[in-house]
């Protein structure tokens, strides 16, 4: 597709439980970054990678969260036993480093609506 | 330490009206500053950006005016329509290894009542 495409788009799960989110980026994008905003509110950065380099992993809440990007494409976020305030949107976004690393659009997906009961 | 800061919080305007969303930044090495625009049940996607070599700039009815001195910058939306209202994201981001990632404000929901 020509977007970010992320699934699924929502997901119900009871506590305790383990859920993975999956995001597409835009294929050629080196950058992947991972978002949650909770109802109304703003976007926490969760992680970010940008090619062969190391994540950035500072805005993990919990060691209850990972990430990993296969071959530099798909990205899955997975949270484990999973608590009612995790609940929230899982946004992700990609885009692409510009010539002379000069900074290149983020593009967004829709989001994945994560509920905990 | 909170790297952008956007104010107002949430903001109401009547149809024809000027809304305007400010934005404050910490860290000289950003360079490059966008404006997202978010629809309910949906992601943010890009309205506007600037870089620090021009004070202003237009697309439409949408203006950012950029502040390098003061390190604010804020959007400007003239003749404002209900379709407007949403979510504003003012975001800013370098290219040295410390701050190369994108850094969000909080946010600014905006309604235009008709």
């Known amino acids: 597709g020509a977007g970010v495409s992320q699934s699924p788009s929502n997901k119900v799960t009871e506590k305790g439980k383990d859920v993975e989110l999956r995001c597409d980026p835009i294929?050629?994008?080196?950058?992947l970054y991972w978002y949650r905003q909770s109802l109304g509110q703003g976007l926490e950065f969760l992680i970010y990678f940008q090619g062969n380099s190391a994540p950035d992993k500072s805005g993990l809440p919990s060691d209850r969260f990972s990430a990993e990007r296969t071959g530099g494409s798909v990205s899955t976020l997975t949270i484990q036993r999973t608590q009612q305030e995790d609940s929230a949107v899982y946004l992700c976004?990609?885009?692409?480093?510009?010539?002379?690393?000069?900074?290149?659009?983020?593009?967004f997906g829709e989001g994945s609506r994560l509920t905990v009961l | 330490q909170q790297q952008v800061k956007q104010s107002p919080q949430s903001l109401i305007v009547q149809k024809g009206g000027i809304s305007i969303i400010n934005c404050a930044y910490e860290n000289t090495a950003f360079d490059y500053f966008p404006w997202y625009q978010q629809f309910p049940g949906k992601g943010p996607a890009l309205l506007i950006a600037?870089?620090?070599?021009?004070s202003e700039k237009k697309e439409g009815r949408f203006t950012i005016s950029f502040n390098k001195s003061a390190k604010q910058f804020s959007l400007h939306i003239m003749d404002s329509q209900p379709g407007d209202s949403a979510t504003y994201f003012c975001a800013a981001k370098g290219t040295n290894i410390h701050f190369n990632k994108f850094y969000f404000g909080s946010g600014t929901k905006l309604n235009v009542k008709p």
């Open positions: 600037i870089r620090p070599d021009v």
């Open positions: 976004a990609s885009s692409l480093r510009l010539q002379g690393a000069r900074t290149g659009e983020l593009f």
């Open positions: 294929s050629g994008h080196t950058a």
